[in-house]
């Protein structure tokens, strides 16, 4: 850096992730070897989102701003002692703005840059620092999310040549709407109607990722999947799973109209093809269970569940169906003999048939939520939580360094693998 040894950006107690609203303030941190001459030094918050129809590619073809402000933090006169550092405190409120997020095709980026002005002929000198926004989704304030997602479908097909038979595939989930680290309850039943014995029941997480540009692109990932087996010919079977939701971004982007992000899980049956899907939201704030007002009285019940049970899992084994989710008779549709789906495979579970743990805590809240300001300080100091930003990658609110996107290497995700389809299977 020649005559200048450091020019950085540090935040305020190194908070890096904020809310629309807030105040992001700190300071520029300036070293020289000897006198500096400069007009001005300023900084400069912006916020962005970018589309490309590239992978990776920096070059947006598409782009729209939600921050700009730009302030002086020295003037010409302020005198720079070498081998001394020098600060320059700032601070600029945030607007409502989109939650960070970071994809394969596009970015909602903020960050703070710093320049120094010098004399004309020389050359200036630029730093930059990252931050991150979250804009919760509440999902309390997301209508009907308390109701199942529910979705049924028949199908009439042909095998043997001549013989024709109905199949019926039901699905439901517990929710509509889940944190990361949340258990997803999913009931599913088949109608065998016929002399053939169906293919495996397959239930995925998929996250579909839309970039809007004059070509939108869909960029559809499988987060979690789990493999039933089929249902002999002419029975009645019910399969009860779990899938635990990892790390995720949030759904939708409030604000930004250049990328959209949805969840469903997809239900489906390899023979005969055979497809369900139920939309979910995936939030910040999870669903309160707690009834506007008191239940009557239940003489089989003395004690009510918690309301946030699901929010502190232990070991969770994903194919153990839930205690409360027992079946409810011997007899299915149509009075056929019902019979439970084992299942085969869990891309949650180790070779052990573990599933592996997690603490939702750390993805479930952010850092202006209301919390004592000794749990609050507790938080920041020894378990701060973290935000996702991109599926399976994280940061913490409160660092040190260049806080930039760590893959969380969590056990609960496949590995990437982008599909080439413009839609999911069933819209």
């Excluded at 402000?69 to 002692?81: F, P, Y």
């Excluded at 790390?247 to 982007?253: E, R």
Aim: net charge neutral; with cysteine.
């Amino acid at each position: 850096m020649g005559r200048l040894q450091e020019f950085s950006i540090a935040f305020t107690n190194s908070k890096v992730v904020y809310s629309p609203g807030e105040s992001i303030s700190g300071s520029v941190r300036v070293i020289t070897a000897s006198a500096l001459q400069f007009k001005a030094i300023r900084v400069n918050c912006v916020g962005s989102c970018g589309v490309s129809s590239k992978m990776n590619d920096a070059s947006w073809m598409v782009e729209e701003q939600y921050v700009s402000s730009m302030l002086s933090v020295a003037d010409k006169g302020v005198e720079m002692n070498p081998l001394s550092a020098s600060l320059c405190s700032f601070s600029c409120s945030l607007p409502h703005a989109p939650t960070s997020f970071e994809g394969p095709f596009g970015k909602v980026i903020y960050r703070v840059r710093a320049v120094i002005d010098t004399p004309r002929f020389s050359k200036d000198y630029k730093t930059q620092r990252p931050f991150y926004l979250l804009n919760m989704l509440n999902l309390n304030e997301v209508p009907d999310i308390q109701q199942p997602s529910f979705a049924v479908t028949t199908k009439k097909f042909t095998y043997l040549l001549v013989k024709t038979g109905t199949l019926m595939l039901k699905a439901r989930s517990d929710l509509r709407g889940y944190t990361s680290g949340q258990i997803i309850k999913l009931s599913t039943e088949i109608h065998n109607k016929s002399g053939k014995d169906t293919g495996c029941v397959i239930a995925s997480l998929i996250q579909k990722v839309t970039y809007k540009t004059k070509r939108p692109m869909f960029d559809l990932r499988t987060i979690a999947e789990v493999e039933g087996a089929g249902v002999k010919a002419g029975k009645h079977a019910e399969w009860r799973e779990q899938i635990i939701v990892p790390p995720l971004p949030q759904s939708g982007l409030a604000g930004c109209s250049l990328i959209d992000i949805d969840y469903f899980i997809q239900v489906s049956l390899k023979s005969p093809e055979t497809v369900v899907t139920l939309p979910i939201y995936i939030g910040n704030v999870a669903v309160n269970m707690t009834p506007s007002r008191p239940p009557p009285p239940n003489p089989l019940q003395h004690t009510p569940l918690p309301a946030m049970q699901s929010l502190s899992p232990g070991p969770v084994v994903p194919s153990a169906p839930p205690a409360e989710d027992e079946l409810e008779g011997e007899q299915g549709a149509g009075g056929l003999a019902s019979e439970e789906i084992p299942t085969k495979s869990h891309s949650q579970q180790d070779p052990s048939g573990q599933a592996p743990t997690m603490s939702p805590s750390a993805f479930s809240h952010a850092p202006s939520q209301a919390l004592p300001q000794t749990q609050h300080a507790q938080s920041a100091e020894s378990s701060a939580p973290l935000f996702c930003v991109s599926t399976g990658a994280t940061i913490p609110f409160f660092t040190d360094g260049n806080a930039t996107p760590v893959p969380t290497t969590c056990p609960l995700i496949l590995p990437p693998e982008y599909s080439t389809w413009e839609y999911p299977h069933g819209e």
